[in-house]
């Protein structure tokens, strides 16, 4: 261990006084690396951004959908539900959601006007990955208000006239007719999405929308959507199927309806970003190697002296070689603290947002321990080959030289 210190104190101290010699070369490969490191790290981004981007609207990994088949004659709504959550909970399943497709008619400056309407559970908010931009989601809570929570979304807010969140009402109405009204309260706001913001739409708990105004009895639920392990996902659906393959409620389908990250195209990405990433580290290699020879050849005079005062081959080459390493480390160091802080600049992430990605992860580490192991490869590489040649020389020929 001192040996090792030891060499790479001198080759550190080599390196300050041939920096001027050097500057070219580590400017090369701290650019190589920082080129390497940005291209992992941002194909690390937009691969969590694509996969963000698809649960927002198919669910995380893996969500599971149960929908109905057949439903009995005479169930209710209620019973629906308690045989299906029945054997949910049976599977210890905590992340599930009922689903109902409904509508109502708001009161606006503009006259009443017709707004889709979803019931949800919160969970609802974890599984597909909502988000507010102002305000809260949903809560338990929200099950038991007498004025009921709702989450609108962009063009409903503003046909509503942007009403003050949490305190101010809103009129709504039956499906028919202006005679049955209840006041609602708007407690959070969808950010925009041109991709989906075709009409107002809005978002309450599901067991409140049985107390919207002209409901007679409980709508029945579309679907229930559960998240579970993905490793678990095929037992799971298989076990899930078999129970509700025939109930008192009726029949009941199970199947996946996530898209796995393999099914996104995300390897022919990583592919990609790992040819780019080998072809920049070769290109920074090749220019470092063509500058070590060259400080090599201006070097034979003192590697001479040094070997006439006793200094070994061996000793010659790790020392050349350290002075390559601990060169390729500090520009490869460089390198990676400036592909870090650009790609976690915020017009960086803004751009990956507007791709998809809802929360922000951290910088790949795998892309840093990369970079650095790269900078040491090339050091590595780089310095063997002048180091050799530094063994070979002869004391007499360099000294006379």
Same mark, same amino acid.
């Given at each position: 261990?001192? /040996?090792?210190?030891?060499?790479?104190?001198?080759?550190?101290?080599?390196?300050?006084?041939?920096?001027?010699?050097?500057?070219?070369?580590?400017?090369?490969?701290?650019?190589?690396?920082?080129?390497?490191?940005?291209?992992?790290?941002?194909?690390?981004?937009?691969?969590?951004?694509?996969?963000?981007?698809?649960?927002?609207?198919?669910?995380?990994?893996?969500?599971?959908?149960?929908?109905?088949?057949?439903?009995?004659?005479?169930?209710?709504?209620?019973? *629906?539900?308690?045989?299906?959550?029945?054997?949910?909970?049976?599977?210890?399943?905590?992340?599930?959601?009922?689903?109902?497709?409904?509508?109502?008619?708001?009161?606006?400056?503009?006259?009443?006007?017709?707004?889709?309407?979803?019931?949800?559970?919160?969970?609802? /908010?974890?599984?597909?990955?909502?988000?507010?931009?102002?305000?809260?989601?949903?809560?338990?809570?929200?099950?038991?208000?007498?004025?009921?929570?709702?989450?609108?979304?962009?063009?409903?807010?503003? *046909?509503?006239?942007?009403?003050?969140?949490?305190?101010?009402?809103?009129?709504?109405?039956?499906?028919?007719?202006?005679?049955?009204?209840?006041? +609602?309260?708007?407690?959070?706001?969808?950010?925009?999405?041109?991709?989906?913001?075709?009409? $107002?739409?809005?978002?309450?708990?599901?067991?409140?929308?049985?107390? &919207?105004?002209?409901?007679?009895?409980?709508? *029945?639920?579309?679907?229930?959507?559960?998240?579970?392990?993905?490793?678990?996902?095929?037992?799971?659906?298989?076990?899930?199927?078999?129970? &509700?393959?025939?109930?008192?409620? /009726?029949?009941?389908?199970?199947?996946?309806?996530?898209?796995?990250?393999?099914?996104?195209?995300?390897? /022919?990405?990583?592919?990609?970003?790992?040819?780019?990433?080998?072809?920049?580290?070769?290109?920074?290699?090749?220019?470092?190697?063509?500058?070590?020879?060259?400080?090599?050849?201006?070097?034979?005079?003192?590697?001479?002296?040094?070997?006439?005062?006793?200094?070994?081959?061996?000793?010659?080459?790790?020392?050349?070689?350290?002075?390559?390493?601990?060169?390729?480390?500090?520009?490869?160091?460089?390198?990676?603290?400036?592909?870090?802080?650009?790609?976690? +600049?915020?017009?960086?992430?803004?751009?990956?947002?507007? &791709?998809?990605?809802?929360?922000?992860?951290?910088? $790949?580490?795998?892309?840093? &321990?990369?970079?650095?192991?790269?900078?040491?490869?090339?050091?590595?590489?780089?310095?063997?080959?002048?180091?050799?040649?530094?063994?070979?020389?002869?004391?007499?020929?360099?000294?006379?030289?």
């Amino acid at each position: 261990m001192t /040996g090792l210190l030891a060499s790479i104190v001198e080759a550190y101290g080599e390196l300050r006084v041939h920096k001027s010699r050097i500057l070219l070369s580590l400017i090369g490969v701290a650019f190589s690396v920082f080129a390497l490191t940005a291209v992992m790290g941002g194909g690390g981004m937009l691969t969590s951004a694509l996969i963000q981007s698809s649960e927002s609207w198919a669910g995380r990994d893996t969500t599971l959908s149960v929908y109905p088949t057949d439903i009995a004659t005479d169930a209710t709504a209620e019973e *629906m539900d308690e045989t299906v959550l029945e054997q949910v909970d049976r599977l210890g399943i905590d992340q599930r959601s009922r689903r109902i497709y409904d509508g109502l008619r708001v009161q606006t400056t503009q006259g009443v006007r017709a707004a889709e309407v979803q019931g949800v559970d919160p969970a609802y /908010g974890t599984i597909f990955r909502t988000q507010v931009v102002q305000g809260r989601w949903l809560a338990d809570s929200d099950a038991a208000r007498l004025s009921p929570a709702l989450v609108v979304n962009q063009p409903m807010y503003e *046909m509503l006239g942007s009403p003050e969140l949490g305190t101010e009402p809103v009129t709504i109405y039956g499906p028919t007719g202006a005679t049955h009204s209840e006041q +609602a309260i708007i407690v959070g706001v969808l950010p925009a999405n041109p991709d989906t913001d075709w009409s $107002p739409s809005a978002f309450m708990h599901a067991s409140a929308l049985s107390l &919207l105004p002209g409901r007679e009895q409980a709508a *029945m639920t579309s679907d229930y959507q559960l998240w579970v392990p993905p490793e678990q996902a095929d037992e799971i659906r298989d076990r899930l199927a078999n129970a &509700l393959a025939q109930t008192e409620a /009726g029949s009941f389908d199970v199947q996946i309806s996530s898209m796995r990250p393999e099914n996104l195209g995300i390897q /022919g990405i990583a592919y990609g970003v790992s040819g780019v990433a080998l072809l920049i580290l070769l290109l920074g290699a090749l220019g470092l190697v063509n500058i070590s020879l060259v400080t090599v050849r201006f070097r034979v005079r003192e590697i001479g002296i040094r070997r006439s005062y006793g200094a070994t081959g061996g000793r010659i080459f790790v020392g050349v070689l350290m002075e390559s390493v601990v060169a390729t480390v500090l520009a490869g160091a460089v390198g990676v603290t400036a592909a870090v802080a650009l790609v976690k +600049a915020p017009f960086v992430t803004d751009l990956f947002a507007e &791709l998809g990605l809802r929360d922000v992860p951290p910088f $790949p580490v795998g892309a840093v &321990l990369i970079g650095l192991g790269a900078a040491t490869a090339v050091g590595v590489l780089a310095g063997a080959l002048p180091a050799l040649i530094a063994t070979r020389i002869k004391v007499i020929d360099a000294i006379r030289g």
